[in-house]
């Protein structure tokens, strides 16, 4: 991604870095607001939602972005869970990096949103796992705080239920996946179709080194 490093030189200092540390004390008193004073619904003057924000309520258009999801147990761990994915992350690529990784796939968030009528975090959010996973396949996490498994294994088993959700969701659900992880496609891409044209010429080159010895065998003569 030589682009990518060309913007860094160039604009490399506005970056945030630990972005994803910002966002979660945010989703954090969110929650707290909405469990302490439920009375308000606080969250729900922040979730995404084209007709108000088309009547001029434009903060929807990133304020969902720090709505939280789940249950109380659940969000905790899992605003932790994403802080470590993304140092995790921005240890391997630089704060830069990660900031354009978590931009596009906002970006891709909110596209989505105006288009379908509704926007959500959950599918960007799990796209910082899937790229955490791509990135340190061999990386292990307790599983119930007990069974040690490697991230590679939960990224292919949430890698599966996203395709079943492309193949048996509707179009907005498959709109609102596909647009969130564009920063999947962005920063893996590449690497995805290059492996897959080196497996291919690996597979040609043998194919045709087995049809030469075929040909020698056989002798001058095709016998």
Do not use: H
Request: charged fraction near 15%; hydrophobic fraction near 50%.
């Amino acid at each position: 991604m030589n682009w990518l490093d060309k913007l860094e030189r160039k604009a490399g200092r506005f970056c945030i870095p630990r972005l994803m540390w910002y966002l979660s004390g945010l989703m954090l008193v969110v929650f707290l607001i909405d469990l302490l004073l439920p009375q308000v619904g606080f969250s729900g003057y922040l979730v995404f939602d084209r007709a108000l924000i088309l009547q001029g309520q434009a903060w929807r258009l990133v304020s969902f972005l720090i709505v939280p999801q789940g249950n109380t147990v659940w969000i905790l761990l899992s605003l932790y869970f994403y802080c470590v994915l993304s140092d995790g992350l921005e240890a391997c690529w630089g704060s830069f990096k990660f900031n354009i990784f978590y931009l596009v796939g906002a970006v891709g968030a909110i596209l989505s949103g105006m288009i379908t009528g509704l926007g959500w975090s959950a599918y960007l959010n799990m796209s910082i796992f899937l790229a955490f996973a791509l990135v340190y396949p061999e990386y292990e996490v307790n599983l119930f705080f007990l069974l040690p498994i490697k991230v590679k294994y939960l990224g292919f088993l949430g890698a599966f239920y996203y395709c079943i959700a492309l193949i048996g969701g509707s179009w907005s659900t498959r709109l609102s996946i596909v647009m969130a992880f564009l920063n999947l496609i962005l920063f893996f891409g590449g690497d995805f179709w290059g492996r897959i044209k080196s497996r291919w010429k690996y597979r040609e080159s043998r194919r045709a080194f087995r049809q030469y010895q075929q040909n020698r065998q056989r002798g001058p003569w095709g016998q």
